[in-house]
């Protein structure tokens, strides 16, 4: 734990500062099995979870202090800043008709079932690396692939699990993702004690990521058919009920998104260029009229404000508010020593660099089964696996690698995951537009979330066979040493 971090001190157990993650999770799987979705009682049981740890907290004001702490992280005014934007975007989208317009091109073109499925993996991963946001990536194409893909045949918890893939994907890879960059900015070099480079360690990792990459959508095009789900006569009729081919136009800002992200233009400048571009198509060329922006109604003598803008701000608020209580929690659990406890018990283990970093995985892994942000998990886990790495000269290229790809796509497969929780009500939100669309929870899904589940075991096969091992020479430069369990002999100690 960071010597000049406070600590927070408990009645009986610093274990008590568990509860708000453990009342949480239980809710969340208890709505799960039931099949029930409501984000009213998950942000009440959370907050009413904080509040009766607070009861054991010694220093009450020191407590609530370090709640506040959490919430008014950087990350969490950025998720917020994020989720409005894209609650908008999404609105838009919907309103829009882009999901007819896929319809309408897909069905011409005969794109059905698991070849739907592996297309919405690819198009997730394309704007998840350039994006770095995977929660923006599902957001913002979950509203056009998801119901045209029902429609077109594919099943739709498989698809769930695509569109979760694809985010996964680039937010273990991307340069701009606030994973990669908080694992390289915690991983040191020996003697300069300088962070490593982002652009290095992407590159090594390059190799890992396509592997599960290429695995993950070959297993997508094999499964991702609907089956039975809809009928040949329900899935025409609804292929002509929502077939809209000007909904096409409403992927023009779709695309400058993925452009101007890929370019490595800031995620919430790229959705406000989105919002604009899109809403000046659609009142162009006739898809939406100025009051579905912006509307006044009169209803029983009363003004009653309606249209997208005010919709979509208020589509994500509930979720923005549950991560904001997760991440104070977060903090609790820092704070408490309870995550110094785990990690320090878990860094014990290695005597040579293949268990060093066998070790690593499973310090990230642990981190990622918490199911929040992922920074959250490697800011803790990084001190860990940097200490671990450089006592066998393990690169710190290698290193961030396997705290990010670990940490990140943990958290993005576990039923109790925030990010999987995130989709699931987005879904649910969608069900008023499109009818079809199954209720869904998150046990539905989490096992075909293939990519999350495929990119830690990659991990763990690189560190049992030394796949692609280097080791850190005295002036940082790379010693390779594929294969090799032992510290090269011109720099062990």
Known sequence: MNKNQKTIQFYGTKWISTLPFIVFVVTLLALAVNRASSQDLLMGVTLLAICVTAVFAKDKHEFWNTLYLGMTKKSVAIFTLI?????????????????????????????????????????????????????????????????????????????????????????????????????????????SGNPVEIGQTVKKRFKYAVVAGILTLGIFMLIGGGGSYLSPEQANALIAEHSYAKGLLMLIPVLIIIYLSVNGKPIAQCLSYGIFVGAGIALAFGLLVPSDIVGFELVNSKVVISGIIPKGVVKMIKIIIIMNLLMGSGQLLLNSGVMHSIMEKLGKLTKTPRSAEIVMVL?????????????????????????????????????????????????????????????TGFITSMQGTFPFIPNIATTDYFLYCIHPWLLPLVMLVVAITGWGRIFEKEDGSVIKAYYSNDVPLDIAQ
């Open 83 to 191: 989720f409005t934007l894209v609650g908008i975007f999404a609105t838009l989208l919907s309103a829009g008709k882009v999901a007819g317009g896929i319809i309408w091109l897909a069905s011409i073109l005969h794109i059905k079932g698991s070849l739907f499925v592996g297309f919405t993996f690819l198009a997730a991963a394309v704007l998840s690396t350039g994006s770095g946001s995977s929660m923006a990536t599902v957001l913002t194409l979950g509203p056009a692939l998801y119901p045209a893909g029902i429609i077109l045949g594919a099943n739709p918890f498989i698809l769930a699990g695509a569109l979760v893939s694809g985010a996964n994907f680039g937010d273990t890879l991307a340069p701009v993702s606030d994973a990669t960059i908080a694992a390289t900015g915690g991983q040191f070099y020996k003697k």
């Open 363 to 423: 310090l990230s892994s642990t981190m990622g089964l918490l199911g929040g942000f992922s920074v959250m998990g490697i800011a803790v886990a990084g001190p860990f696996v940097d200490a671990i790495g450089k006592e066998k000269n393990i690169h710190p290229y290698r290193r961030a690698n396997f705290l990010s790809t670990c940490t990140a796509s943990i958290c993005h497969f576990v039923p109790w995951s925030s990010q999987l929780f995130v989709l």
